[in-house]
């Protein structure tokens, strides 16, 4: 099918980044996906810290595509998955988990110890991959909630102000199912054919047009315009590594089983492939002239993380 755009993808982690920084939009997305009344919300930095379980009392940390904030203090964590990953769904929940629970230790901090769990706000998430994750599933937009599994009744918690709701909740948009021809609420389907580069088949909502208009490369400033392109080329040159590795991997697999020579091989590819990547994206931020707190807010790394990796 005809790709609405050429050149770009809105999944491209640059793109997408760039997508969700308008409040708006993000708004619009949260609201017609996990169907709730959305008013407002602020785009938080999605660098997520955690204590090694080593000797040394050091930290390390994790970055989530898109982190909001919306009005009732229920916070949206937004991934994207270009590539399929098995453990994608774990690797998720974790995020999910790790939002929480670091939420409520900063209520400890902040010595309201005895009203943290009072306190405790949801932690959603909205997962948007090119590749099915769930194969079982026909849709291609399925939300999951903590539910009695007789009655199917949702499991509601009291949290502050006395407000009851879900404390779980996950939507996942499997692009790769759509089918112009499935019966998809027009909410979720202009969202489906926006990630999937795709015509629309109606005229999109004003949130999604202004989305795509972030697209057109007209509008970008000439800064934008060098980091996508090299971006875009990073991306080719991963793919290029990724298939060389599993080819590598099936040479090798024929000698020492197939399973596990993909498995080496890809999982070298893929560090291989992101370290080198990410490195070589930044230095030629950096060469353009960009400062490192903007290279830091592109790519979601701290300042520290980025001295690490340049040293």
């Not at 315009?225 to 290029?240: F, G, P, S, T, V």
């Amino acid at each position: 099918m005809e790709k609405r755009h050429k050149h770009v993808s809105p999944t491209l982690d640059i793109m997408a980044k760039k997508i969700f920084s308008l409040p708006e939009v993000t708004v619009a997305f949260i609201r017609d996906i996990l169907d709730l009344d959305v008013v407002d919300a602020q785009i938080l930095e999605g660098t997520q810290l955690h204590k090694k379980d080593f000797d040394e009392d050091e930290l390390f940390s994790t970055s989530v595509d898109v982190r909001a904030k919306l009005n009732d203090g229920t916070e949206v964590i937004i991934e994207i998955q270009v590539r399929k990953q098995h453990y994608f769904l774990n690797r998720f929940h974790y995020y999910l988990a790790n939002q929480l629970v670091e939420n409520v230790q900063q209520l400890r901090r902040q010595g309201q110890t005895h009203k943290m769990y009072e306190q405790m706000e949801p932690v959603y998430g909205i997962a948007i991959l090119e590749k099915t994750l769930l194969p079982d599933e026909e849709s291609p937009i399925n939300t999951y909630w903590m539910a009695n599994s007789r009655t199917g009744k949702p499991l509601y918690s009291y949290y502050k102000d006395g407000k009851r709701q879900n404390l779980l909740q996950i939507a996942f948009l499997e692009l790769d199912k759509y089918n112009k021809d499935k019966h998809i609420k027009d909410e979720g389907r202009q969202w489906l054919e926006f990630f999937g580069n795709l015509p629309f088949s109606k005229e999109p909502s004003q949130a999604v047009t202004h989305a795509d208009s972030l697209l057109d490369s007209s509008s970008w400033t000439q800064e934008e315009k060098a980091m996508i392109d090299e971006r875009i080329r990073i991306q080719e040159n991963y793919d290029m590594t990724m298939e060389t590795a599993i080819d590598e991997a099936r040479e090798e697999g024929l000698e020492q089983g197939l399973e596990q020579g993909l498995e080496r091989g890809l999982k070298q590819g893929l560090e291989r492939g992101r370290y080198e990547g990410q490195l070589e994206l930044i230095r030629k931020m950096l060469s353009k002239g960009l400062s490192l707190e903007v290279v830091s807010d592109v790519t979601g790394l701290s300042v520290e993380e980025l001295e690490t990796l340049l040293s």
